[in-house]
C-alpha cells in the first residue's frame, strides 16, 4: 500500500519529472555534439580536379574548404606533367567540410621499362610478353632463318637490343622473326680457325646463322671461349654459296692441332694460339 501511495504522491511526480527533463536534456546534448563533431548536413560538392597543377591544388581547395593527399603517381603522355590525372571522390559527389580528396599525378619523369628476352619466342608470346613489361610492338621485320615463326631479334630504330636494356614506357620495338631459308643465295665463308666472336662477326649481314655442334678439349667455360673451329658443315670451298637463312654448323676445339692449315676468307681473322 505504501508503494502504491508513493506512486501518486506529488514527490513522485516531481522525481519523474526531473529525470525526464535530464534525459531529455542528455539525449538533445548528445545529439548537438554529435552533429558539431560529424558536421551534420554540412557538405560541399566535390569540385573536377583533373588538369590542375599540383601548385594550385592547395588554395583552390582551401576556399572549398576541402584538403588533397596525393597518392602514387601515374604516367600518361596525353596530359601534361606535374598535373592531376585522376582523384577520389569524384567531381560532383558529396563531401563534408575537411574530407580529404586523393589525386593522382601525372609524373614529371616518364618511367621506364625493362626490355624482357623475346628470342626464341613466337610473335604471339613476343606480344605478350611485351605487354606485361609495358612495352609496344612497332613493325615486324621478317628475315631468312631456321627459326621459322620465331623471334631471332630484337630491335629499336635498327639498333638491337639486348634483354636488360631499358626503354621509355610503352615504347615501341620491332621484332625481327625467321621465315625460313631464303630462294637468294650468298657467299659461303671460311670459319676454320676462328673463335665463336669472330666467326659470328664474320657473317656480317649474309644472314646467316652459326651454332657450335661440339667442343673438343675444352675443360670450362673459359677454354670454350677461346675454342676455334677445326671443322664446318657445310664445308668451305672456294666460291661456294648457301641460301640466306641457313644453320652452318661448327666444331670447335680447344687443341690447335685439330685445326687444318688452310686460308681464311677472313684473312683479318689470323688463327692464334691458345694461351
Same mark, same amino acid.
Given at each position: ?7 501518486? =504522491? ?19 546534448? +548528445? ?29 583552390? @581547395? ?30 560532383? *559527389? ?45 613493325? +615486324?621485320? +621478317?628475315?631468312?632463318? *631456321? ?33 625460313? *631459308?631464303?630462294?637468294?643465295? +650468298?657467299? @659461303? ?19 646467316? =646463322? ?13 677454354? =670454350? ?23 652452318? =654448323? @661448327? ?12 686460308? *681464311? ?11
Amino acid at each position: 500500500m505504501k508503494f502504491l501511495k508513493f506512486l501518486i =504522491s506529488r514527490t513522485f511526480f516531481i522525481h519523474l519529472s526531473i529525470a525526464v527533463v535530464l534525459t531529455a536534456a542528455l539525449i538533445w546534448g +548528445t545529439f548537438i555534439y554529435l552533429k558539431s563533431y560529424t558536421r551534420f548536413g554540412e557538405s560541399v560538392t566535390v569540385p573536377e580536379l583533373k588538369g590542375f597543377k599540383v601548385e594550385e591544388l592547395g588554395p583552390f @581547395l582551401k576556399d572549398k574548404k576541402l584538403q588533397y593527399v596525393q597518392v602514387d603517381p601515374v604516367y600518361d603522355p596525353k596530359m601534361p606533367k606535374g598535373t592531376v590525372v585522376s582523384q577520389n571522390p569524384e567531381p560532383g *559527389s558529396l563531401a563534408k567540410e575537411g574530407r580529404k580528396i586523393y589525386v593522382r599525378i601525372n609524373s614529371l619523369d616518364r618511367p621506364e621499362s625493362v626490355v624482357p628476352d623475346l628470342v626464341s619466342l613466337t610473335k604471339r608470346g613476343a606480344e605478350s610478353k611485351l605487354m606485361r613489361a609495358k612495352l609496344k610492338v612497332g613493325i +615486324t621485320i +621478317t628475315e631468312p632463318s *631456321s627459326a621459322v615463326g620465331f623471334v631471332i631479334r630484337v630491335e629499336k630504330n635498327g639498333r638491337t637490343l639486348s634483354p636488360g636494356d631499358k626503354l621509355p614506357e610503352w615504347s615501341k620495338v620491332d621484332l625481327v622473326v625467321g621465315i625460313g *631459308s631464303s630462294s637468294e643465295r +650468298t657467299d @659461303l665463308p671460311n670459319f676454320v680457325g676462328l673463335n665463336l666472336d669472330e666467326s659470328e662477326a664474320l657473317i656480317g649481314d649474309k644472314l646467316l =646463322s652459326v651454332v657450335p655442334v661440339l667442343y673438343q678439349g675444352c675443360e670450362t667455360a673459359l677454354d =670454350s671461349s677461346k675454342a676455334l673451329v677445326f671443322r664446318q658443315n657445310p664445308d668451305y670451298e672456294e666460291g661456294a654459296s648457301v641460301y640466306q637463312g641457313q644453320v652452318i =654448323s @661448327l666444331w670447335m676445339t680447344c687443341g690447335s692441332d685439330s685445326i687444318p692449315d688452310t686460308t *681464311s676468307s677472313a684473312a683479318r681473322y689470323m688463327k692464334k694460339p691458345i694461351n
